[in-house]
């Protein structure tokens, strides 16, 4: 097979590789801005990441794409190249359905917003962000109208299918209806084998940010985190980013409280060794990325839920633990430590959620966004929206709108259609470490002893080194043998809270 005989093809490869150096040029500008850029430089920087979406979106909808790809279809392809070409005409069915009109003003709305956002939550100040917010939901409506007609979706459909290519919100509604019908009844459950126990001691020690970074940078390293490409850095909201072969997360920290950044800091390296895991024979390929924010999150919540917070990793995390952060008193062993990562308990934010709670707040935001999209509900409404779902789901009230509706930064960076993926990743990462352990049965023993090779090795075989060769549910199905249901996901949660706590 030469470049002679699949000519199309070839220079296929080509346009995707100008398309996927600038959008690593726009992740690096979006990065800058979120972490190290000074807030004045912001409007310069909205601009110029403005420009950008619109120069990437002019080479991905150039008319010529659609013949090259019906001619790369009748070329002589393997089955990596045949992969690389149907995720090449999903991009070009993506880009062509968005008016180009929409492009710049809708980039430059995301800055803006975002950069108020980061100033309005930590004032509380929620009237100061519903302007911006508004404007950008207007942005994300008429994408989304945009998108359903062209691609022949439904609404919120179209939006999923960005993020997770395929994915139907029916299919995402039997899932989490599945979970709504068992959470309840477990939750109640777990929490009255938690009553019957000892409560876990208050941890005494210095828990200064520098100390909390040293000992993140530590486990890290553990976690096979390769600081000759990437870095590590702070940020409103915790995220992975950078580009192709520069890796970069991001924490925040609290000094009353280390283990919050900690599980941060573990659940973004997952998202980084995704990144780093894949093919890199398809570096700057369709075909070469991650298989879609579902198997992203699936990796990162594998990273901290299944791994990081089992009591084999928290054996080993307690010594190094007492130690840099110079702890004292009882509540540094392994039973104890164990008791608060393995705590359940309703709480207001997401990203500080335990396992059996994490999906009701998935639910919340996922409710309220498609009703948001589909004009059902107002930006004005969202606050009262939020506490009373908030309160019918976990029985709790936000104080704040800076608890609430103002937590996280998704919306604010025009982010719709990306939350049913938390837990979806969920379900995807207990079968895919259910699947793993039956192939590794001594991993966690390994992780007891700070070995996490075989665990990445086993995930760079089954997950991330095979990109987009598949689709996401076909690469589910790959990796653990079946396709995506709840049952691994509710079974892992029986045995870890209620079998093991017993």
């Known amino acids: 097979m030469t470049a002679k005989t699949n000519r199309a093809y070839t220079e296929l490869e080509a346009r995707a590789r100008r398309i996927s150096a600038l959008g690593d040029g726009l992740g690096i ?67 062509t359905a968005l008016p180009p009109e929409l492009v710049e003003p809708m980039q430059h709305a995301r800055s803006e917003c975002a950069r108020t956002w980061r ?201 190094i633990a007492r130690a840099e952060l110079a702890g004292e008193g009882d509540g540094w062993d392994t039973e104890n430590l164990t008791r608060l990562y393995q705590r359940v308990e309703p709480s207001l934010i997401r990203v500080d959620a335990d396992e059996v709670t994490y999906p009701l707040h998935v639910m919340l935001r996922y409710r309220l966004e498609k009703a948001l999209i589909e004009g059902e509900i107002e930006v004005g409404d969202l606050p009262a929206a939020w506490n009373e779902a908030m309160e019918d789901l976990l029985g709790i009230r936000p104080p704040s709108d800076a608890d609430g509706v103002m937590q996280d930064v998704h919306w604010y960076e025009g982010i719709f259609g990306y939350f049913p993926t938390y837990t979806l990743g969920a379900m995807t990462a207990a079968q895919i470490f259910t699947a793993l352990r039956r192939d590794v049965p001594d991993v966690l023993a390994k992780i007891e002893h700070g070995d996490w090779a075989p665990l990445l090795g086993w995930l760079r075989e089954n997950v991330h080194g095979l990109g987009c060769r598949f689709t996401p549910d076909g690469l589910i199905e790959h990796a653990t043998g079946a396709p995506l249901t709840a049952a691994p996901f509710l079974a892992h949660l029986r045995r870890r809270y209620l079998s093991d706590a017993a």
């Not at 801005?33 to 004045?40: A, F, L, R, S, T």
């Not at 398809?282 to 594998?302: C, D, I, K, N």
């Open 119 to 319: 100033k309005a939550r930590p004032a509380n100040d929620w009237k100061a962000v519903v302007p911006a917010l508004s404007k950008l939901v207007d942005f994300a409506r008429e994408a989304a109208k945009a998108k359903a007609d062209g691609l022949g979706l439904p609404l919120y459909d179209a939006l999923v299918d960005q993020y997770d290519p395929g994915r139907k919100s029916a299919q995402i509604d039997a899932l989490f209806d599945e979970l709504a019908r068992e959470l309840p009844a477990l939750l109640k459950e777990v929490l009255e084998v938690q009553s019957k126990g000892p409560a876990p001691l208050a941890l005494t020690g210095e828990f200064s940010v520098e100390r909390q970074r040293r000992l993140g940078e530590e486990i890290m390293r553990i976690l096979l985190f390769d600081f000759h490409q990437g870095r590590f850095d702070v940020s409103a909201h915790p995220f992975s980013g950078g580009a192709t072969g520069d890796r970069r997360i991001t924490t925040r920290y609290d000094e009353t409280d280390f283990t919050k950044a900690l599980m941060g800091t573990i659940h973004e390296t997952g998202h980084s060794q995704y990144e780093s895991g894949l093919p890199e024979a398809w570096a700057y390929q369709p075909v070469g990325r991650s298989r879609g924010m579902t198997l992203h999150e699936s990796q990162s919540l594998l990273f901290e839920m299944q791994a990081a917070r089992s009591r084999e990793f928290i054996s080993f995390l307690a010594p």
């Open 29 to 95: 500008l979006a990065w800058d801005q979120e972490v190290m850029m000074p807030d004045g430089a912001s409007p310069g920087r909205a601009m110029q990441m403005a420009t950008m979406a619109k120069v990437i979106h002019e080479f991905e909808t150039d008319p010529e794409w659609r013949a090259l790809l019906d001619a790369a279809e009748g070329e002589s392809l393997d089955e990596w190249q045949a992969a690389n070409v149907r995720e090449m005409r999903h991009d070009y069915a993506h880009a």
